[in-house]
């Protein structure tokens, strides 16, 4: 068997695509054994985490690419920009800790809630990203074929699931249940960011049962860095704050 059937047999696609060319360059720059093998596997392992990454990105679903370092923080109060460096070193995810970001259409948080999951990806993390509307289609056809577990499962192997739109479809009773009861079985398994233009006081708009509402709230507020992102963020996310500590 030559290099390249070896290198197949192996599972090492960049040595088996390139071993020639590192042959010759090798004999041309005069290299030692120990430098040949190093530059090999190096190679190799830059291969693999660059098609990791992109397995990753393809799995996760993001809509549209969005990075941390094309969010303009100027509009944002020196607090939130605070916040923002402390979430961006993603020990969020590690603690299992929620994000819910509150706030107006267009004020940045479906583009923060996508470059933070793709940072995520970058340093090897699963990651899913989904509007809450389509959750809710997909949670009933998997209930329609039977398969409603095998989502759960699913669901919760992901270090970190993204729920976009929150607030702009309202839900009928069994959307309501069966995502409370994906959502509670998460609980403490992986962390989520949830974009909303809604704070939770008007959350019972979209489950309409007060109860299910304040449950929902319950188990997505524990742990959770709530920010209110709006230019107008103070009255706004304190009346969050009162929301939650009346209903506790």
């Not at 960049?14 to 430098?35: G, V």
């Not at 969020?92 to 793709?118: D, M, R, V, W």
């Not at 998460?186 to 299910?212: A, M, Y």
Request: with cysteine; glycine share 4%; net charge negative.
């Amino acid at each position: 068997m030559n290099i390249s059937d070896l290198a197949f047999e192996l599972k090492l696609p960049y040595i088996r695509s390139n071993s020639q060319m590192l042959i010759d360059e090798a004999n041309h720059t005069k290299m030692s054994y120990r430098e040949f093998l190093e530059t090999l596997l190096e190679h190799e392992v830059l291969l693999r985490k660059e098609n990791g990454i992109k397995r990753r990105l393809r799995i996760a679903k993001f809509h549209v690419k969005k990075y941390l370092e094309d969010f303009d923080r100027s509009k944002y109060t020196s607090e939130i920009r605070n916040k923002f460096e402390e979430l961006e070193t993603l020990e969020f995810i590690e603690n299992k800790e929620n994000i819910i970001l509150i706030g107006s259409p267009g004020c940045g948080k479906t583009h923060y809630s996508t470059a933070l999951g793709i940072k995520a990806c970058m340093e090897g993390m699963s990651v899913l990203f989904i509007s809450v509307p389509n959750l809710i289609i997909e949670l009933k056809e998997a209930m329609t074929l039977n398969q409603l577990n095998a989502y759960k499962r699913k669901f919760e192997k992901y270090n970190l699931v993204i729920l976009d739109e929150l607030g702009y479809v309202s839900f009928d009773r069994e959307g309501c249940e069966i995502l409370f009861n994906l959502l509670s079985n998460r609980n403490d398994k992986g962390s989520i960011i949830i974009t909303t233009n809604l704070t939770f006081d008007r959350w019972e708009e979209i489950f309409k049962d007060p109860i299910l509402t304040g449950a929902i709230v319950d188990r997505l507020a524990h742990k959770a860095h709530i920010m209110d992102i709006s230019t107008d963020t103070s009255y706004r996310y304190d009346e969050t704050i009162t929301w939650i500590n009346n209903n506790k």
